[in-house]
């Protein structure tokens, strides 16, 4: 079970940490995303780690800006937004993937938690 938090309205330039934290285990799970919808926009792959945590992808929109890590003392994967811009809006999930050959694509994810609203404004 996954469940993101740290939902927020911030102006532009200010940061926002989003945590998801996830009941799974290693044998079954090969990688954590961040998958963001802005309103009217279709689903868009923001950011992936493998399990352990050393292979990451970044859209390029957010390369330098964002930051995926996991948190090994809360089981948890965060992902550290700064400098954000009014197009980093929207609704935000975490996702994991069962997929031993998985990219960051929404197609490799299969299980997902609730989103949680980012809102920056000009």
């Known amino acids: 079970q996954l469940q993101a938090f740290g939902a927020g309205s911030v102006q532009a330039r200010e940061s926002l940490k989003l945590s998801c934290a996830a009941s799974?285990?290693?044998?079954?799970?090969?990688?954590i995303g961040w998958f963001r919808q802005a309103p009217g926009k279709g689903q868009e792959a923001v950011s992936c780690?493998?399990?352990?945590?050393?292979?990451?992808y970044y859209v390029d929109s957010v390369k330098g800006r964002f930051t995926i890590s996991r948190n090994n003392g809360r089981a948890a994967w965060d992902l550290q937004m700064n400098s954000l811009k009014p197009e980093d809006t929207g609704l935000y999930f975490c996702?994991?993937?069962?997929?031993?050959?998985?990219?960051?694509?929404?197609?490799?994810?299969?299980?997902w938690g609730q989103g949680t609203q980012v809102t920056v404004s000009s």
């Open positions: 799974i285990t290693p044998w079954d799970t090969y990688a």
């Open positions: 780690i493998n399990y352990g945590g050393d292979i990451t």
């Open positions: 996702a994991t993937s069962a997929s031993e050959n998985w990219s960051c694509a929404s197609r490799f994810f299969d299980s």
